[in-house]
Nanobody, 120 residues
Framework: VQLQASGGGLVQAGGSLRLSCAVS????????MAWFRQAPGKEREFVAR????????EYADSVKGRFTISRDNAKSTVYLQMNSLKPEDTAVYYC??????????????WGQGTLVTVSS
């Protein structure tokens, strides 16, 4: 299983970006999917998850109401729509596939990361 994340870039505060995570080797619908992020000098943190069964969605408090996670099973791709971006959202964003919890250890497969930089 391989995950390819894309869509990062430089955006001004208040702007939007959509990250994509293409899953190959096995359908994204076979896994719980999540996005994590890691800012410089900080630990990797949970951002959002979408469970395999029942489609349970959960967000970190810091992004709730601004970010939306979704999945397109036909394209085997998971998305993270990020609106109202803030400078504190600056980080490398990683997509992950696994059991679908909110812990780093819940995921066995990781994408390479895509950098999001939000300027003030």
């Amino acid at each position: 299983v391989q995950l390819q994340a894309s869509g990062g870039g430089l955006v001004q505060a208040g702007g939007s970006l959509r990250l994509s995570c293409a899953v190959s080797g096995r359908s994204a619908s076979s896994y719980g999917m999540a996005w994590f992020r890691q800012a410089p000098g900080k630990e990797r943190e949970f951002v959002a998850r979408l469970s395999r069964i029942y489609g349970v969605i959960e967000y970190a408090d810091s992004v709730k109401g601004r970010f939306t996670i979704s999945r397109d099973n036909a394209k085997s791709t998971v998305y993270l729509q990020m609106n109202s971006l803030k400078p504190e959202d600056t980080a490398v964003y990683y997509c992950a596939a696994g059991s679908g919890g909110r812990l780093y250890s819940d995921y066995s497969y990781w994408g390479q990361g895509t950098l999001v930089t939000v300027s003030s």
